[in-house]
């Protein structure tokens, strides 16, 4: 049925698709509310009636409550410890000379859940970000060595925005495009992190 409306019944590392998880996860959600309602059906009806709005509630407020919450978890983290990259949002446009001049035009998001403000050095990784392994552009952006950038974050700060990064290609390919979910390397005060969560 999925494959027919166009969309991949599974995920691969090469394609994204809808995860099996995922009805798994709404058939459990669908009875656990039908049974909660039945139960408290016999004791409580106005609350049972009600129910559905308080699962809306409790699902509309999920992230934003996710994100505060991330603030108690990390209370009193210093430096790299209290910085959170946004992996899913991000994306670099990139654009190979054939001189192996390269420059990479990067969308990116970074939090900071520490108390005090932080000097940040980043840098994409070009081939992390490139999902295809045995294409030869995999080739030509690991040869790719780009200059890190600096940025500051403000205490309970939000970096969202473009960044340029400029390198150079040592196997050069004549080529540009677009790359999603973009492997990065953060340096607090000497202290790395690559973010990498392996998207699928």
């Not at 205490?155 to 990064?165: A, D, I």
């Not at 979910?181 to 992190?193: E, F, H, K, Y």
Request: glycine share 10%.
């Amino acid at each position: 049925m999925l494959s027919a409306i166009g969309i991949s019944p599974y995920t691969t590392s090469y394609l994204s698709g809808v995860h099996i998880t995922l009805f798994l996860g709404l058939g459990i959600f669908a009875c656990g509310f039908y049974l909660t309602r039945k139960e408290i059906g016999k004791s409580f009806p106005g609350l049972a009636q009600g129910l559905w709005i308080i699962v809306l509630a409790i699902v509309l407020s999920y992230s934003y409550m996710t994100d505060k919450f991330m603030y108690v978890a990390k209370w009193g983290a210093e430096g790299i410890d209290g910085v959170s990259y946004v992996q899913n949002t991000s994306s670099c446009s990139y654009n190979v000379r054939s001189n192996g001049e390269t420059r990479a035009t990067c969308d990116l998001t970074l939090k900071n859940y520490g108390r005090a403000s932080v000097s940040a050095v980043l840098l994409p990784d070009l081939a992390s970000s490139y999902k295809f392994k045995d294409d030869p552009l995999y080739e030509a952006l690991k040869s790719v060595q780009l200059r890190p950038v600096h940025i500051e974050i403000g205490r309970h700060g939000t970096f969202t925005g473009e960044l340029e990064f400029y390198g150079k290609a040592e196997a050069p390919l004549l080529v540009n495009g677009k790359l999603m979910d973009i492997v990065l390397d953060v340096g607090v005060d000497g202290a790395n992190t690559v973010f990498d969560y392996d998207i699928p």
